[in-house]
């Protein structure tokens, strides 16, 4: 069971969010601090 789903790796370390919501929101105000590589939402097609 995952229980950490809406997280991703930051060059601060990983962040865990309580839906993708926030996590998108995150990623909008923070962009110089993801990781290249740690953007898994491209496959996110349900
Ligand atoms: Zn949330």
Redesign the pocket.
């Known amino acids: 069971m995952e229980i950490f789903a809406?997280s991703f790796k930051t060059t601060q370390g990983e962040k865990v969010?309580?839906?993708?919501?926030?996590?998108a929101i995150y990623k909008l105000l923070n962009e110089d601090k993801l990781l290249p590589d740690s953007d898994v939402s491209l496959s996110d097609e349900d």
């Open positions: 809406f969010f309580c839906c993708e919501g926030c996590k």
